[in-house]
């Protein structure tokens, strides 16, 4: 007997016309009557259920219709197709055999439950309708973003996640150790003695991967990485989570200008893909989660985003007939309403561009006014920012400065700087937030929503 | 001027002859004479070279001439087909400008360094031929593997890095905190006060991704994680890092013999793929790194994967006549020798399954003899063990029995134990090392030469 997957029968459900076929999945509901009844089967492999019906002629209908929610089962059939019903097709079950009956305690019955409740159970919660689609929209968005970059010539690269620079700023950074915390730490001089530690000094999880991708870029011309990324900032938002993944491209001989080709390119072929991918799911999302969700994700795919210098950005909300929470200022970040201002202004995602260098990282190319760097953050509709970038200072002089005026160890990152030494290039990159892509994907409003087992101050459960 | 990537003229050169096209790299050797010269020029974008062919008509002619190695160029110039010379084009150059030029310093000049020499400059190495194959062949793996996956229907799951339970064992695991380990630890009735930490208590980098795979599994039926893993095992050796990427699939209604299929028809999907999209990396490697890799790879993909119990290998190995330095005993392991006389003996890779229950873990399903868990581990020529799976133990009561008999907390794992009783399945995983599978693929013999940036006990630069 052919084993089938419930996704194949969807697919392909004219071939499977009249045919016995086997299916194994999850009741996730039982209805019955006196001599028949209907069970909705999932196998996880599709977001709809495969309707099968079943009667008294199998041996144990009596065992059958008492079905728990969520047994998972064995059911023989035969594929009947039915266009004039709410479903395509059913199946006709000659055999059904219960593989476990799940118990009465089982959490997930037949009502809605709040999104808070479903945090309590993550280890259950993708059996819902909402997680399942969430997560598998997660699944087919990962894999857009690997096939983008894999089919545009980038390398990926995995970049390391624990490491002994503190450059970045400790105060965000988890730390990480082999010593015995139950006791009091080796000292040595007066001091912790970290050579006891296992990298013989003190490590750290990193926050970004973006130096060491700037280094394979130089070898590979375009890189990209993707992988989980920590923060130990202890705050409690809706976008904040401590443990998140990120998507970090790094492309030589490439400046500001194209660097924005390409993070427009890039986030229509991931939108794009999804909404060709999971049309049931996003469906699902626009019904239930944000209403006009893939009218949104439609318009972002063809539409033009603006390009706008961060001054230029002030002055409209300067002149803008609005009470500000906080006031727009040219020397300034932009505030959540500000950027929601600027992209319902342009009416679409708005790349804002030129910022004040005061603001920005010490390795963002310094402009030649002397005041702003080449970055650019993307600001989209319903979402505000999603993506950072800038080119990156390809001069050794000039970053190497730059660190010394930041206080940035120059002899740690020695191998940073050689990059401006041995070959240098006209070089940028950007970071994309995982979860920030999926919130605006999906509608989903918190961050713990899209992450299977979220880590966020105060919770680590699971 | 159109700009144009190396591997693309390499792929399709017809299109290009004769045409006048843009190119921008890094010169990998410049060779001159009075009036013209060569330079092979490299954009990271394709394993081999350019060749640029420049002649004195250049106005800065003498600055070509005295190039240095690694200094970033862009040249314009026109598209030649020499196919009576080594190579099957040239470039004529028109133009050439200096981006940068490479100081002298430039460690990578035109000689052999040995790999322990390269791992001190691992932000410059992947400009090597050897390093450029070896991370260009991780790149296409990595995304062979999303492909296999997703082409088959499994859902990609990121599983959390950070855990708070120490069920895995925590020798093995990293700790994580934000506490400040400068000073003495903060106490409360005598112990180190946790709840002052971030998630409120104790926390790990986890080393695997397997019993959240379990739960995901149950909603998608079927999963693979694949992410960074670290452990903290202090053992300097060839095939241990304290940083490594694992694959971990995880597949309902799916048993030991089901597993066997999925795992052998994965690596062969793997192999093929590197074979096709690395010819030229693959022999490099074969010629300069592992005599005859390429008839080993092939051969792996077409030969038809052995499977044997443990104890039939235990018969084969006491059979054997040969002098051992570990005994081959029936409730043991395999040693590194007896893996490599069980590949020899069946001439290709082989599955040893059915293992001594003593030495498995205690989530793999207890077979009927009472005395042999359905674990399997897969064997292949040269390089040993590459992968380990089992099917897991589905039912409740065994499952809480064996945790009991292992002082494994079962109600730290309370939602692992769950999963049995809400709709419990026969299902199987398997756990995959991917540089293993690099090592195997490359013919490199040391695990620090196929992670970009290697964490060993006592090294973590960069």
Redesign the interface.
């Known amino acids: 007997m052919e084993?089938i997957?419930i996704?194949d029968l969807f697919k392909n459900m004219q071939n499977f016309e009249n045919k016995e076929i086997q299916v194994?999945?999850?009741a996730r509901t039982v209805r019955d009557s006196k001599t028949f009844g209907f069970i909705e089967l999932n196998?996880?492999?599709y977001f709809n259920n495969l309707q099968i019906v079943f009667n008294d002629s199998l041996q144990n209908f009596e065992e059958i219709r008492k079905l728990t929610i969520?047994?998972?089962i064995?059911v023989t059939g035969k594929i009947i197709l039915t266009p004039d019903a709410k479903q395509p097709f059913e199946m006709h079950a000659t055999d059904i055999q219960i593989?476990?009956l799940?118990?009465q305690?089982?959490p997930l019955q037949k009502k809605r439950h709040t999104f808070e409740y479903l945090r309590t159970i993550?280890?259950?919660r993708?059996?819902t309708n909402t997680?399942?689609a969430i997560?598998?929209i997660?699944?087919v968005a990962?894999?857009a973003i690997?096939e983008y970059f894999?089919n545009n010539?980038y390398?990926?690269?995995?970049?390391?996640?624990?490491?002994?620079a503190d450059c970045e700023g400790s105060a965000e950074m988890?730390?990480?150790?082999?010593?015995d915390?139950?006791r009091?730490?080796p000292q040595k001089d007066g001091?912790?003695d970290?050579s006891q530690d296992?990298?013989?000094?003190?490590?750290y999880?990193t926050g970004s991967g973006q130096l060491?991708g700037e280094?394979?870029?130089?070898?590979?011309?375009?890189i990209y990485t993707f992988?989980?990324t920590?923060r130990?900032e202890?705050s409690n938002t809706k976008t904040h989570a401590?443990?998140f993944?990120m998507v970090e491209p790094e492309v030589?001989?490439c400046d500001l200008e194209e660097l924005m080709n390409i993070e427009e390119d890039f986030l229509k072929y991931v939108v794009k893909t999804v909404l060709e991918k999971c049309p049931e799911e996003l469906e699902f999302c626009d019904k239930f989660i944000e209403n006009g969700l893939i009218e949104k994700l439609k318009k972002v795919c063809v539409s033009s985003f603006t390009r706008l210098d961060h001054k230029d950005a002030i002055d409209i909300l300067k002149k803008a007939d609005k009470e500000w929470e906080f006031q727009p200022e040219y020397g300034e970040d932009l505030a959540k309403e500000h950027e929601k201002y600027i992209t319902e202004y342009f009416n679409g995602p708005v790349f804002v561009k030129n910022w004040p260098k005061d603001i920005k990282a010490f390795y963002m190319k310094l402009n030649e006014d002397g005041k702003t760097v080449a970055a650019v953050d993307l600001e989209v509709p319903g979402a505000g920012e999603i993506m950072g970038g800038s080119q990156r200072e390809?001069d050794f002089e000039k970053l190497f400065n730059r660190m010394k005026d930041l206080n940035i160890d120059t002899d740690e990152l020695y191998?940073?700087l050689?990059?401006?030494?041995?070959?240098?290039?006209?070089h940028s990159g950007f970071g994309l937030g995982f979860e920030r892509l999926l919130m605006y994907i999906t509608g989903m409003q918190n961050i713990r929503d899209v992450?299977?087992?979220p880590?966020t101050?105060?919770?680590?459960?699971?």
Do not use: M
Not at 155 to 164: A, Q
Not at 198 to 203: D, E, Q, T, Y
Not at 457 to 462: E, I, K, L, S, Y
């Open positions: 084993k997957i996704k194994e999945g999850w196998d996880g492999s969520s047994s998972s064995k593989q476990n799940c118990t305690e089982y993550a280890h259950l993708p059996r997680f399942n997560f598998r997660r699944s990962a894999f690997h894999q010539g390398v990926y690269l995995n970049s390391p996640i624990v490491t002994c988890f730390k990480l150790t082999t010593l915390l139950d009091p730490l001091q912790t970290f296992i990298f013989g000094k003190k490590a999880i060491h280094t394979f870029a130089h070898a590979f011309g375009k992988g989980p920590l130990s202890n401590n443990e993944w030589c001989f390809e191998w940073y050689e990059l401006r030494k041995y070959g240098s290039t006209v992450i299977p087992f880590r101050p105060g919770n680590c459960d699971f």
